[in-house]
């Protein structure tokens, strides 16, 4: 009897048990519901780079394409998903390689695509698999990084959104991505010849300016009797017919404005229309208006728009260049604000707007002062820094020929990636010396030629302590040319960094970093340095790797002006061996 009481007893408990369970599973079935849970997703996408002639600004030139395209694919994703990029390289006699330009490569440093510092490059005919996490919504870009191919047309869009069920600090209808690049049409390989020659051949002005890779090159100024203008150079191609941006009357729009040019620093601005400021490299920004936005190469914006002006016409989109003396050699870049439902291709009424004065360095300044994280989302930076390193940017020359320096070293890639040289300690694959933490404060005048005395070419890195925190100061200075200094924007891979502070004139080491905002910095990973001016950045090196940071104007770090920071490279497992091509090679 007591055997079938218990019996009785266990099977009734049982039988709760599952009632239990089965009420548990409805409970977590019905909140699954209420609150979606994100999931993270793998994004794939199968590319191949070739050669292609193509007009983007009405004149046929051979340029590098994705897919046939230029620019190339925008990348779509979430936050947290992972990106598979299959990149075959089509292209006949060149490597290549594809930086993602301001993805942290969290984990992943073999992925930064960057050659000579991450990877070896990919040869014609291979194909390689870059894959990586985008941690970090906002806006972000790729190109190529090797040689000087980004100006050939090898760059594209990344667009990271907030998880599902999650929503910005901002409210608008809809998304664009614009990208503002220069064009030479003069091949990269001319001028590269050009700037290694003796003697030096400067590339000169872009002959054009693009807005999401469409310009406008008047064909008539080729006067050339030995051309024949109308097979090179055709203003009714359909390549180079204006961009258009279409809007509905009365919706917001949010675009996202980044710049990849090779030289010029740029200034946007929309016909009759205000541009609220609300994101800057991926990261909030407190907003704030303006009517012109003024972007450096390398810097990714988004800005919004309301489209609230007179629906019965189409609105101008124009960029010009700034801080060069372009007025007589480049034309602004032209765009069509197309209000719906206005045909897309009718031109506005008016003459589109002059951009601001070239040399208003003022402006330009006030815009990267006003630029702050926004409330409820500031990143609170240390207080202070382990390390501080001071890089004088100067142009000089060396052995004959032209060069940019960074405290009298002019940089050069090692044939063996660092990162590959780092972690199998291949010592002989670059110099073990590092560069300099600074400069000669007190005796050298900014504002004066540079003296050609011991400037070096070198190929040293800077080893950070892992988990420091390290403060960079770049200092600009004049040029070879007399009362010359150039705007300089620096982007730092595997990292984004708080900007700190700008001024005008010699960085004072004892008396300036009082002056930092250690309260509500913005956080980016490219800045500009203003001539004549310096600029302070603060980051973490807490990103186990070897990471490039240099100018972003692709003739000056092709000249050498670069450094490679290395980091917590004992903490990395084994490197993928997709990476060593040229290892084995050698």
């Given at each position: ?130 894959k990586f996490v985008v941690d970090r919504p906002g806006t972000y870009l790729y190109h190529a ?162 489209a609230d002006q007179n629906p019965t016409r189409n609105y101008w989109a124009t960029t010009n ?82 060069r940019w320096s960074v405290n009298k070293v002019t940089y050069t890639l090692p044939h063996i ?170």
């Amino acid at each position: 009897m007591a055997y079938f009481f218990d019996m009785a007893v266990s099977s009734r408990f049982r039988g709760m048990k599952i009632l239990n369970l089965l009420a548990l599973c409805v409970l977590i079935f019905s909140l699954a519901n209420i609150v979606p849970m994100a999931e993270a997703r793998i994004r794939r996408y199968k590319w191949e780079v070739k050669y292609e002639y193509k007009s983007p600004d009405c004149f046929r030139k051979v340029v590098i394409t994705i897919n046939g395209r230029t620019p190339g694919p925008t990348i779509q994703a979430r936050q947290n998903d992972t990106v598979i990029v299959e990149l075959k390289n089509s292209l006949l006699t060149e490597n290549v390689a594809i930086h993602w330009h301001g993805i942290r490569q969290i984990g992943t440093p073999w992925a930064d695509g960057t050659e000579g510092v991450t990877q070896c490059p990919i040869l014609p005919g291979e194909t390689f698999t870059y894959k990586f996490v985008v941690d970090r919504p906002g806006t972000y870009l790729y190109h190529a990084h090797y040689g000087m191919q980004r100006e050939a047309g090898l760059y594209g869009s990344i667009r990271v959104s907030l998880p599902e069920g999650e929503s910005e600090p901002y409210a608008y209808d809809y998304d664009r991505s614009i990208i503002l690049n220069d064009w030479f049409h003069r091949s990269a390989f001319e001028q590269a010849t050009g700037l290694s020659s003796i003697p030096f051949q400067w590339v000169g002005e872009p002959q054009s300016l693009l807005i999401q890779g469409k310009g406008r090159f008047n064909c008539s100024s080729l006067n050339s009797p030995s051309l024949n203008v109308g097979t090179i150079c055709n203003e009714t191609n359909p390549e180079c017919s204006p961009y258009v941006i279409t809007v509905i009357p009365g919706k917001t729009y949010r675009l996202r404005i980044s710049s990849l040019t090779a030289l010029s620093a740029l200034s946007f601005q929309i016909e009759g229309h205000n541009m609220t400021v609300v994101e800057a490299d991926g990261h909030n920004v407190e907003p704030f208006v303006v009517q012109n936005l003024f972007i450096y190469s390398g810097e990714t914006y988004s800005v919004l728009i309301k489209a609230d002006q007179n629906p019965t016409r189409n609105y101008w989109a124009t960029t010009n260049i700034v801080s060069r003396n372009a007025t007589f050699t480049t034309p602004p870049g032209l765009a069509i604000l197309n209000y719906y439902p206005n045909h897309p291709k009718r031109s506005p009424p008016t003459t589109p707007p002059s951009g601001p004065l070239w040399n208003d360095v003022g402006s330009r300044l006030n815009q990267s002062l006003a630029i702050k994280a926004r409330k409820g989302f500031i990143v609170p930076p240390p207080q202070s820094a382990d390390r501080m390193i001071v890089m004088l940017n100067t142009q000089n020359n060396v052995s004959g020929n032209v060069r940019w320096s960074v405290n009298k070293v002019t940089y050069t890639l090692p044939h063996i990636p660092y990162l590959i040289a780092l972690k199998e300690n291949i010592t002989s694959a670059f110099d073990q010396t590092p560069p300099p933490d600074g400069y000669d404060f007190k005796n050298y005048d900014i504002f004066s030629v540079a003296e050609n005395k011991s400037y070096t070419i070198r190929n040293g890195v800077y080893r950070l302590n892992f988990n420091s925190t390290v403060d960079i100061i770049l200092q600009n200075a004049n040029s070879l040319s007399n009362k010359t200094s150039e705007t300089h924007p620096w982007h730092l891979h595997g990292h984004d960094f708080w900007v700190l502070g700008y001024g005008e004139g010699k960085f004072d080491i004892y008396n300036d970093p009082k002056k930092y905002n250690l309260v509500n910095p913005i956080m980016k990973n490219t800045v500009p340095v203003h001539r004549y001016g310096w600029t302070a950045l603060r980051f973490r090196a807490d990103n186990p790797g070897a990471w490039a940071f240099h100018c972003h104007i692709e003739s000056h770090f092709y000249m050498g002006m670069g450094v490679v920071f290395a980091e917590g490279i004992e903490r990395l497992g084994e490197l993928p061996s997709s990476i060593k091509g040229c290892v084995h090679r050698k």
